[in-house]
């Protein structure tokens, strides 16, 4: 833009530009700099919390271990595991309730208490409930004759576990999205199929299923970047084990920073998040199909 059309630009919308920049400043002050002390931190040594030698890329080289490669398979698990899970039960819900059922309003109200409740407690429930001494889950299943099952203690129970728990306390927003979704197609499309003997299930997967396929893949976006940032669950309810088989990439970065001290190399883990939520985001960006979800 030529300086004369710069200057008519901020004439037209110079007060409007006044406007938000309270608030740029504010985005600049809680993003770019945290992002610029990661990247500075990444290239030295810790001592406690204060940056030490410089070592340059040894923090990057050292993210090329094994042990990080399985934090990364496991956050890639969780976050398969629980799309899958979350995004399909939460479609089944929408189309269940979306019809005339009894007590409608009851269960959506009781579908959205885990998504309001604190993932602290999500966690904290759950592990009480599979505990092998006292818990009622698996009390439940010793009379039913089932064998006494440590859940926490086998590996791929409690991703299971820990699967299921996430998936269980955001279902609710999967089911939201959806349901609002199926309310925006026109009743008299799917009467018409009807009408013409398509059938129920030629319906839903030859008209319902391909006009919520925006609605799904905003859940799947959005799950996407909720689930791979997420840390409180897996530390509370599996606390990355048993034999790190449940440590995702986030809680190795935060077991890195605030339990080993080890910042540096904790602030490049940071930096690995940081380009795969913008690899992400191009990824979806690129997808076909989605340039309409986006405008």
């Known amino acids: 833009m030529r300086p004369s059309g710069i200057r008519a630009e901020y004439r037209t919308n110079g007060f409007a530009y006044l406007l938000i920049l309270p608030a740029a400043l504010l985005v600049l002050s809680v993003v770019v700099y945290p992002v610029y002390f990661a990247a500075e931190f990444s290239l030295h040594s810790s001592v406690i919390f204060a940056p030490g030698d410089f070592v340059g890329l040894d923090n990057y080289r050292a993210l090329g271990s094994t042990s990080i490669l399985q934090n990364a398979v496991a956050s890639l698990i969780f976050i398969a595991g629980s799309i899958v899970l979350a995004v399909g039960a939460g479609l089944g819900l929408a189309l269940l309730l979306d019809g005339r059922v009894a007590l409608r309003t009851t269960f959506r109200t009781v579908i959205f208490i885990p998504w309001v409740t604190s993932q602290i407690a999500s966690g904290l429930v759950w592990r009480w409930l599979v505990n092998p001494d006292y818990g009622p889950v698996v009390h439940g299943l010793q009379e039913l004759g089932a064998p006494r099952v440590d859940v926490l203690g086998d590996s791929a129970l409690a991703m299971m576990l820990l699967i299921f728990t996430n998936a269980w306390r955001s279902v609710a927003f999967s089911m939201i999205v959806i349901l609002s979704g199926l309310q925006t197609i026109p009743e008299s499309v799917t009467r018409s199929a009807l009408i013409d003997g398509a059938g129920r299930w030629r319906t839903f997967t030859e008209i319902t299923f391909p006009l919520l396929l925006p609605s799904?893949?905003?859940?799947?976006?959005?799950?996407?970047?909720?689930?791979?940032?997420?840390?409180?669950?897996?530390?509370v309810l599996t606390g990355g084990g048993p034999q790190n088989a449940t440590e995702i990439i986030t809680l190795r970065m935060y077991?890195?920073?605030?339990?080993?001290?080890n910042v540096g190399f904790a602030s490049a883990i940071t930096i690995l998040i940081l380009a795969f939520n913008i690899g992400l985001t191009f990824l979806y960006l690129k997808l076909p199909g989605n340039k309409g979800i986006m405008q």
């Open 255 to 261: 077991r890195e920073a605030f339990s080993y001290f």
């Open 216 to 235: 799904i893949f905003v859940c799947v976006i959005t799950s996407t970047f909720s689930y791979f940032n997420i840390i409180t669950i897996p530390l």
